[in-house]
């Protein structure tokens, strides 16, 4: 089984990261803002980091975060990343929801994710271009980008 999401893991990722000179692979795909790797799978992005956890190392327990010992955002090196408890982290809310949508995703009803969010709330884009985009409602993006509650969204209008 270990071996299989190996496998996984190197089709997904072999011609999307490079070594640096510290061990990181770092991811060269898409990265939002922050410096996070981004990969989009059947319409849905996920964490280019939280994937390479999930792919190498299994599920990430529930109540935690996929956190880089490396401190590099971009780094998709399985032997960088740790599940840690979310209080480990200074991005703890928005962690703490990103971590729900990948239990979302796995179950294939997850539309975003943190990520997508921060694209919503960073972008120029109209709320309809954006809402196409993503494959989510207008209103729902609108609603993103009013700040109302992320994890409320994400509970009761995504997952
Ligand atoms: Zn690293």
Not at 14 to 28: H, Y
């Amino acid at each position: 089984m270990a071996k299989q999401r190996e496998m996984n893991w190197e089709a997904m990722f072999a011609d999307r990261m490079r070594l640096s000179e510290s061990g990181c692979l770092e991811f060269t795909g898409y990265c939002n803002p922050d410096g996070y790797g981004a990969i989009t799978c059947r319409g849905i992005k996920h964490g280019a980091h939280r994937l390479s956890y999930l792919m190498t190392k299994g599920p990430i327990p529930d109540g935690c975060v996929v956190l880089h010992e490396c401190d590099n955002p971009g780094c998709v090196n399985p032997d960088h990343l740790r599940a840690g408890e979310v209080a480990d982290n200074v991005l703890d809310m928005e962690e703490k929801g990103r971590a729900r949508k990948v239990v979302g995703s796995a179950h294939g009803q997850s539309k975003l994710d943190e990520l997508d969010v921060r694209l919503i709330r960073s972008s120029k884009e109209t709320g309809a271009a954006l809402a196409r985009q993503l494959g989510v409602t207008k209103s729902l993006v609108c609603r993103i980008r009013r700040g109302i509650g992320w994890s409320h969204v994400g509970e009761s209008n995504v997952a």
